[in-house]
């Protein structure tokens, strides 16, 4: 609209208003989309973690089953077997245990206690008694019956020896006149042998 001359002159732009709406309009229809498209994504994650977890939970549910099988068919067996075990069968078995002797302690406790230059050529056992036999080299000074008199005592105050043997006593001290050599032996009881 055009006024005339001494009036002022107003111009409306209605093109300008319009196009200001379509824009704005146009924000808010982008803003809508977008929204959307961001709940349809969450909605496609949430449905893929859902599935997923399903999976994972149904692969430990298999697994699980398996395991129930095998328990089951291992019972079976074992019922099938229908092992027993009797009183009499472990009460067999612990004496069995308590019989034996670790020789290893033994013997590592005779070599732990052997004089210096003495040597052990060999050993039996029998009827629960050990013999052991050896011999040794001596310097011109010492006795020989005393040497082998503090061997024994130390055996027998060690407790890895005397626990099972409960008596050693020395048969033998042979000293040769050549190089001073001895020859010794000696026996060790086990305490069941003593009670016998």
């Not at 449905?47 to 699980?64: A, D, F, K, P, R």
């Not at 070599?111 to 001596?138: D, W």
């Not at 033998?172 to 016998?196: C, H, M, N, P, W």
Request: charged letters at 25%; glycine letters at 8%.
């Amino acid at each position: 609209m055009i006024a005339k001359e001494g009036r002022n002159l107003y111009r409306l732009n209605l093109i300008r208003e319009l196009r200001e709406k379509e824009i704005k309009s146009e924000r808010q229809n982008r803003l809508a989309a977008i929204l959307g498209m961001g709940c349809f994504g969450f909605f496609l994650l949430s449905l893929l973690y859902s599935g997923l977890t399903i999976t994972q939970m149904e692969h430990v549910l298999t697994s699980e089953k398996d395991k129930v099988v095998r328990l089951e068919q291992e019972y079976k067996k074992y019922t099938a077997a229908k092992l027993i075990v009797d009183k009499t069968d472990i009460e067999l078995l612990n004496d069995l245990q308590g019989k034996g002797i670790f020789w290893t302690k033994k013997l590592a406790s005779m070599a732990k206690h052997l004089p210096e230059n003495y040597s052990i050529t060999g050993f039996t056992f029998n009827n629960n008694v050990l013999t052991v036999k050896g011999y040794g080299y001596l310097s011109p000074q010492q006795d020989q019956l005393l040497v082998l008199d503090q061997y024994m005592n130390r055996l027998r105050n060690d407790t890895t020896f005397s626990d099972t043997f409960g008596r050693v006593q020395l048969n033998l001290a042979d000293r040769s006149e050549g190089g001073g050599r001895i020859v010794f032996d000696f026996s060790a009881y086990t305490v069941k042998g003593l009670a016998q």
